[in-house]
């Protein structure tokens, strides 16, 4: 779960820098120059990397004065937010969110389940 994130994480800077197109995230919908790649780029790298923490606190890399019912709740409501961007990601106009990131992040969310139940 954690490399998938750290994965995630190199995808969304990887947009950022133009390297991958924009356009196989957020829906397809960042063809608008209105609308500001970094910005939502930098919001989804933020949103990954405190999911990552939270998977860091709960593997117990790092000790916290957090309770452990703490971390499972935050870890619960990642696979909600993992299992509603699968959802997002099936009904996407985008190839790509359909058949590479749906499965991904129905995969995260299953682990993300399996580690909230862990003890």
């Not at 933020?46 to 999911?51: I, Q």
């Not at 696979?79 to 106009?93: D, H, P």
């Amino acid at each position: 779960m954690l490399i998938s994130m750290i994965l995630l994480a190199v995808f969304h800077v990887l947009v950022m820098l133009k390297v991958l197109p924009s356009d196989i995230v957020w829906g397809g919908q960042i063809n608008d120059p209105s609308v500001n790649i970094i910005t939502l780029e930098l919001i989804a790298l933020a949103v990954t990397l405190v999911f990552s923490a939270v998977i860091i606190l709960k593997l117990s890399y790092l000790k916290s004065g957090k309770s452990a019912v703490i971390i499972n709740i935050c870890l619960l409501i990642i696979f909600a937010y993992l299992i509603f961007n699968t959802i997002a990601n099936i009904v996407s106009a985008v190839s790509a969110e359909n058949f590479i990131f749906a499965p991904v992040a129905f995969i995260q969310a299953l682990l993300s389940l399996r580690l909230a139940i862990e003890k």
